[in-house]
Structure formats: C-alpha cells, structure tokens
C-alpha cells in the first residue's frame, strides 16, 4: 500500500519535473536573448541569469540605424505582399483541386507536393537567372516573386484539405441557380474560409518573414535587406567582437511579434500545421 | 526554414451526385477549374519549374555569375574530368564529399533525436494537467524564433568567452576549462544539432500530438484493467498506431534536414567541418561565382534528394505493410 502510494507520488513528482524540464528548455534561450538586449556592451562579460538593471541603449542603438529600420520594412513588405499573391492564387486553385473532379487533378497535386519538398539551393542559379531578367535583383520584388516557390505548394495544400471538408449543398443550391464558379467563390466559399485563410496566411508569413537562403543571394545593399539577413550581418567594429548586445536587441524586435502572434494563435496554427497529416 | 506542408492528399473531389451532373454544367466546371488553376502553375512555372531546368543546364556549362548569358556547354566537365592524370570536378572534390557526408550525418542524428524528444514532448502534452496550454505556448516559441535568431541566440549562448552555456558547465565542475562549441571542429557539428533539435522538435511534437488525440480510448482502458505496465502499453499499442504520423513528420523533418543552411551558415559561417551541400553549392554559385561548377553541386543535392524520397517512400511502404499483415 505504502509503496505504491510512494511510486504514485513518484511518477507524479517526475512527470512535474518533466514539465519544468521541457519549459524551460524551450522558453530560456528566448529569455537570455532578452536578458542580454537590456545589458549595457560595456557590462556583457559578467555572466548573470537576470538582469541588474533594464538598459536600452542596446535598442536605441539599431533603431538609430536606418538600415534596420528599413529591413523591418523590407520584411513587412515582403511577407505581406508574399501572402496576399499566395492566397489570391491558393483560394482559386483550391477550388479547382477540392471540388471539381477533372483529368490530370491527382498529376498537379503531385506536382504541388514535390514543389513544396525540392531543395531551394537547386533552383537558385535558375532563379537568380529570371530574376536578373525581369530586372527585380536587389529588389523586394525578386523576393515576393521567388517566395512564392515555398508558400503557394503549401496554400494550395492547405486550403485544398479545407475547401474538402465543406459540405457539397453549399454548392449544388448555387449550381441550381446558375452561378458561374467565380461567383461560387466568392459568395459561398470565401465567407466560410476565412478561419482557413487567416490559418494558412500566418504560416505563410512566417515562413516568408524567416527565409534566408533567397534574401541573401538576390539582394545585395543594405537597403534591400530583409530583417533575417540584416540580423545575420551585422557585425562590429572588428571581426573578433561581435556587436552581441545590439544583435540580440534586434532578435528580439523581430522575434517578440511573432511569439505574441503565436501564443494568440496557437490553436489556429496547429490545426493548420497538421491539417490532413493523420487523416491519411 | 521548416515550411511545414501538410501531408496525405487530400481526398478525391466530391463529384456531385450523377442525377444533378449534367454535362454542360460538367464541362464548365471543368473549364474553370483549368481557368482558376492557371495562374498558381504559371507561378510554379516561373519560379520552381524553369528554374530547375536551367539549373541543370547551367551545370552542363562554364557559366559563371557575371555573365549568364555568355556560356559554353562543356559536359560532363564540372561533375567529373579526368586532365593531366588528375581528376577534377565536383564528384572528385573531398569538400564536397565531405558536405555530403556532413549532411547525412546532421540529418540523421537530428530528424532521430527530434523524433525522441518530440515523442516525449507529445505525451506530456497529450497528459491533462493544469497550464497544459501554457507549456503547449511555451513548446511552440522556439518553432516561431526564426531560424537566424535562433541561431543567433544560441551562438551567443555557446560563445567561448561569456556564454552561458560553459559559464554553467564551469560552475558545475563539468568542464574545466571553456570549449569553443562553434569554432572547435570537434564540438561544432553537435552544437550545430543542437540548435536544430531546439528549433525542430516543436514540430515533431505537435504532428505527434495531433495523431496521439486521435487514439481510440478504450484500449487503453482495457490495458489499464489489464494492469499492463505502461511502457509496455506505449511500445505495444502506441507507438504501432502513430507510427503513420511519425513517418510523415520523419519525411518533412528530413527533406528540410538534408536541405539545410541557415542554422550552419550563421553559427559555424564556411567552416568545411560543418559544411552542408546546400553551402557547399551556394558558395561555389555566389562567392566563387562559378555558376556552372555550382548548378552541377545543386543538380547533385537534387538528385540525393529526390533518391532519398523515392527510396523512403519505398521502404515506408513496405514496412507499412508487413506492419499491418
């Protein structure tokens, strides 16, 4: 009796530190970043948990910068306007792919899914070749253009799972009455999808406003640079001593909205996140 | 990046029943659907498909970053040439073998430990208890840390003179004196993991939770009644019913694995014992401007690719099915 009472309270015991285990794990990194942006360089050698004071003048000094401010720009442009194309082009698409049944349907799906798997570094000297032609290099442009490559397979994707899952006398009363397609979409579906959009849509910002391979290679001044980029080059008055106060400052500017946008969203994300992966 | 495509086809579309489906409503329908798909394969087209194609020309030819135009096809010249008694060319460059190697190895190790850690994180979650959608929150942020900043984060962590991390290990007699986690080659490919599994595993987990809430209660409850251990329960019942979702999750974590950058390019830079293929190729494509040399690297990490999908896909298939006889 006793000693399975004991074993009880063990496993309870063990199953909460567990639980403190993976919080902390998960959450600490995030924290030290933010403990170190509100540390003066000067005090930076000392290795503490928490904080002295709260300085800022590591965040007054990258919002000084124009560069910085300018990539935060760049970034909001970029994965915004990356968005909107994606689900103008993914909402049309999936209706096409979840409730018109046609020839060649399962071939594009295919297609869509070995799109979204490829390696992005095989299509870089192609891409940088139509990029330079359609004159967008060291532009958002090149950018909103070759996202797409990684947001518009995942839509479609997504969207298409969802738009399956609506029942089919949406659409027979609005066949019935003789709408085309397009007035299908935008009158009976689109109002019923918005919960997938906004799903989709935050992945596909996220995604966008993360890349680094493709904002790396197709732009080329300061001025163009999208934030994780801008984050990754920064660097000091030598080699040797990177600038960590202000680096983490910066994370932490980009970082902190994303974190809210999840923690608001959480629900949303995972239901988009595994959308159809165990329905299989 | 993780883009995290969900994964099994959606189901065929619902046709509408036979009686209502006449076939120039049909016909219409089926003429839109191309019309509405157009301008998603156009994009395709643009930015995936000719790319790719030009990819794979590029490395039949000399073309170099300056000039794209002005290229000369030379054939099989940058994957393998035999001149002077020497061979050159990608297939007979050990640094390329060695990001080969380096690949496989960060892939495999990492996609292994994520599964573990992921599984783990999954059944805590998948536990009731009270805050479980706070430690859910607090599972998900290092998923929404970009990449970069991530990498960032934990390179200052691992810094050799003020980071926490030997600062710790210090203090508790572990080590005696700091090691250069991203500068020592020895220590750097684990660092490197380690990074990644942080990152990652949130993904796992969450793939791995969602098909955990989808188990059928009672055979729990019989195993409960049983008075079967729950370990065993786990190994015997589990783990056999999610093993469809960890096969997905263990595709998608592998084919971003094997494609990695970001997380080497900023904690360990061009470092060779940490190189990955896709810095191998960049470098040799932008820094070294030698598009053609670098087109036959990214045909190759393509080609690896697309083998370890189709090869993957195979093996998953066979296993599913003696799993299920």
């Not at chain 2, 990498?151 to 210090?170: E, K």
């Amino acid at each position: 009796m006793t000693s399975r009472q004991l074993s009880k309270h063990a496993t309870r015991i063990g199953f909460w530190v567990l639980v403190a285990l993976i919080v902390v794990i998960a959450v600490f990194p995030f924290y030290y970043a933010v403990k170190t942006s509100f540390t003066p360089s000067s005090e930076l050698f000392r290795v503490e948990l928490w904080p002295s004071r709260l300085d800022v003048s590591n965040y007054v000094q990258i919002f000084s910068q124009r560069s910085f401010l300018q990539a935060i720009f760049n970034s909001i442009l970029v994965a915004t306007s990356v968005v909107f194309i994606a689900l103008l082009l993914g909402i049309t698409a999936s209706y096409a792919l979840g409730r018109v049944r046609f020839r060649g349907r399962s071939t594009v799906l295919l297609v869509i899914l070995g799109v979204s798997m490829f390696p992005q570094v095989a299509v870089l000297s192609g891409l940088f070749e139509v990029i330079r032609t359609l004159n967008l290099y060291n532009n958002p442009g090149g950018l909103i253009l070759s996202y797409t490559i990684f947001t518009l397979p995942f839509t479609v994707w997504v969207l298409t799972t969802f738009m399956r899952q609506l029942p089919m006398e949406l659409e027979e009363a609005a066949i019935m009455d003789g709408a085309t397609p397009w007035v299908i979409i935008t009158k009976v579906f689109l109002p019923l999808m918005w919960p997938a959009m906004a799903t989709t849509g935050l992945l596909a910002f996220i995604a966008a406003w993360n890349e680094f391979l493709f904002a790396l290679t197709f732009t080329l001044t300061d001025s163009q640079r999208t934030v994780p980029v801008a984050i990754a080059l920064l660097s000091g008055g030598s080699a040797y001593e990177l600038p960590w106060g202000p680096i983490m400052a910066a994370s932490v500017v980009v970082t902190v909205p994303l974190v809210i946008l999840v923690i608001i969203f959480q629900r949303r994300i995972v239901s988009g996140l595994t959308a159809g992966a165990v329905k299989g | 990046m993780s883009t995290p495509v969900t994964e099994s086809a959606p189901l065929p579309a619902r046709p509408l029943p036979r009686h209502k489906r006449s076939t120039k409503v049909r016909r219409q329908r089926v003429r839109a659907a191309w019309i509405f798909l157009a301008p998603m394969l156009v994009v395709l087209v643009l930015v995936a498909g000719w790319p790719l194609l030009r990819t794979f020309y590029f490395s039949f030819t000399d073309a170099s970053l300056s000039d794209l135009s002005d290229t000369l096809f030379i054939g099989l010249e940058n994957y393998l040439i035999y001149e002077d008694g020497r061979w050159y060319g990608v297939l007979a460059d050990p640094i390329w073998w060695r990001a080969v190697w380096n690949t496989v190895y960060f892939s495999v190790v990492s996609v292994s430990l994520e599964v573990v850690f992921g599984i783990i994180v999954a059944l805590v979650l998948n536990a009731e208890f009270k805050g479980r959608t706070l430690v859910r929150a607090a599972v998900l942020i290092p998923w929404a840390i970009p990449t970069i900043v991530s990498a960032q984060m934990w390179a200052w962590m691992l810094n050799d003179q003020f980071g926490i991390i030997n600062h710790l290990l210090m203090m508790l007699g572990i080590i005696g004196e700091p090691i250069a986690w991203t500068a020592d080659a020895s220590y750097s490919m684990w660092a490197v993991i380690m990074v990644d599994v942080w990152k990652t595993t949130p993904f796992v987990a969450l793939l791995v939770l969602a098909a955990l809430q989808m188990l059928p209660k009672d055979c729990y409850e019989a195993a409960e009644v049983d008075g079967i251990h729950p370990v065993r329960v786990f190994f015997r019942v589990t783990l056999p019913l999610i093993t469809p979702a960890l096969m997905v999750a263990v595709i998608f974590r592998l084919l971003d694995a094997l494609r990695v950058f970001d997380v080497i390019y900023v904690l360990t830079s061009n470092s060779t014992s940490t190189m990955s293929m896709s810095i191998y190729a960049r470098q040799q494509l932008v820094e070294f401007q030698d598009v053609g040399y670098g087109s036959a690297a990214s045909t190759l990490l393509f080609l690896i690719i697309a083998l370890a999908t189709i090869a993957y896909l195979y093996l998953g298939r066979k296993q599913l099915k003696l799993g299920g006889d």
